[in-house]
């Protein structure tokens, strides 16, 4: 006979054990005492699986920064904190699973999806496994022929073994993608606050365009443009983080304390990028209306057409 494993769980949870007295239960006691112990470990690591998401939608506004109020799954987390979500899927198949006439074709039925929701390709459904997982250890309670009691509980054993191995693994591949994230949001904190010395490590901007008009201006041009080519660098890596953030699985709890980081990052570059985006397009736009001033006015050229020729094809290129 197989028994299940150990598995470490929250002393504070607590799971009713109560049996209902009209069920028969022909188990051994060794057996029955498994099974008893199975359901408490089943539902506690129900509930802690449901606290890890797969992914999370988290818009952003059209500043670029975060704007985790509108996340759909976190309003809904914080309303129904403690409640458990109905899956029309899971609801689906114990419906039909409770329209078999016998425990053991129950069991059979369950034990099959069981099979299912961990050799499904990505991310097992642990929390659909874990559920009907807790319904199997009910229907061993229940009378039926010795030899196939046996057989099915070593799959329902071997399969509860597979599902921690699994989970193990995955917990181990979230917990270094967590551990990097941090790192990762903690750098680019870091940087955004130290903003000047990081703008002086940056060389000046080379606009690809010589324009005698400009020339005296472009030392305005270069100190804005250079603030801006740090800023899009911030928030490149503010939003790759975020896609990452959203396909990483990890608890809502540390999964919303970095979207609360991000935010608060993206909070300090994507206004200003955007000042000094309005400020750098209005700057040029007063450059070419006074270009336009001095050289054609008065439906006159006052400058040989090559030299305007060649400083519209600059300021053209410097606008891009």
Not at 66 to 72: D, E, H, I, K, Y
């Amino acid at each position: 006979m197989s028994h299940l494993e150990n598995v470490s769980v929250d002393d504070s949870e607590s799971v009713d054990q109560t049996v209902t007295p009209e069920v028969e239960v022909t188990n051994s006691s060794e057996e029955n005492s498994e099974i008893n112990e199975g359901a408490e470990k089943s539902s506690i690591e129900n509930q802690e699986e449901q606290q890890t998401v797969p992914s999370e939608n988290v818009n952003i506004d059209d500043s670029g920064s975060v704007n985790q109020a509108a996340t759909p799954e976190v309003k809904e987390g914080r309303a129904n904190k403690g409640k458990q979500q109905s899956d029309p899927e899971l609801e689906a198949f114990l419906v039909e699973m409770d329209k078999k006439s016998t425990p053991e074709e129950k069991l059979q039925n369950a034990i099959d999806y069981m099979q299912e929701t961990l050799s499904q390709s990505g991310t097992p459904q642990f929390r659909h496994f874990w559920e009907v997982r807790k319904r199997c250890l009910d229907l061993f309670k229940e009378n039926m022929p010795a030899p196939i009691r046996s057989v099915l509980w070593e799959k329902y054993s071997e399969l509860s073994k597979e599902a921690r191995r699994l989970k193990e693994i995955l917990d181990e591949q979230s917990a270094f993608a967590v551990e990097q994230i941090d790192i990762a949001i903690k750098a680019l904190e870091g940087e955004i606050v130290d903003f000047d010395n990081q703008l002086a490590k940056i060389g000046n901007v080379d606009f690809g365009f010589e324009s005698k008009y400009l020339e005296k201006a472009l030392g305005g041009y270069n100190t804005i443009q250079k603030q801006l080519c740090l800023l899009n660098a911030f928030a490149s890596r503010v939003n790759t983080l975020r896609k990452e953030l959203i396909k990483t699985e990890m608890r809502i709890r540390q999964k919303n304390k970095f979207f609360q980081r991000l935010s608060k990052a993206g909070d300090q570059v994507f206004p200003r990028r955007k000042d000094l985006i309005k400020e750098v397009s209005e700057k040029f736009e007063k450059d070419v209306t006074h270009f336009i001033k001095k050289y054609f006015s008065d439906n006159s050229v006052n400058e040989p057409l090559h030299f305007l020729r060649e400083e519209i094809k600059s300021l053209q290129g410097i606008a891009k």
